[in-house]
């Protein structure tokens, strides 16, 4: 995965880029406890936002991120995601709290089938930012040169 875009070559990742990654966890009679720490992710973490409450039917997500890669994980229930390379798509369903799913740069997202209760953590390369986003798909296309 290639992971330092310029401004003027967008990074060309695939949804091959697109793995899952086992948290490493320790486990015992108390229960399961899982740790995210730098060194496990290709990238340095530097903020974490998670999305709960969600309603029956929601659909989320429907956006790329110009540099920012993410590490999405369902802490709770599951959900399935959608990745789109602007060639090829790829869905996955996330059920397990021990592992979650890189989603790196240049890789349009869409988030649905969410079951009750269920929690979406994503750890992130970034502090937000709104002009990292591409919220439409044909921008998505074009800044890539799909
Ligand atoms: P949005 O990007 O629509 O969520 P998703 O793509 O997961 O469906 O984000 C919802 C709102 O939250 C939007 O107004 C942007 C804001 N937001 C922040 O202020 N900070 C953040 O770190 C994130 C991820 C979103």
Redesign the pocket.
Known sequence: MNNHPTKTIPVKNTVKDCIIIDIPTIKDHRGNLAVIENGILPFKMQ?V?Y?FNIPAGAY????AHKHETGFMIAISGSFKVLLDDGIQKKEVLLNRPDKGLLIPTGIWRE?KDFSQGSV?L?V?SSP?N?AD?IRDYDEFLTYFKK
Do not use: K, L, P, S
Request: charged share 20%.
């Open positions: 903020r936002y999305i989320r997500g429907a956006h988030i979406c994503v992130n937000y709104e986003y």
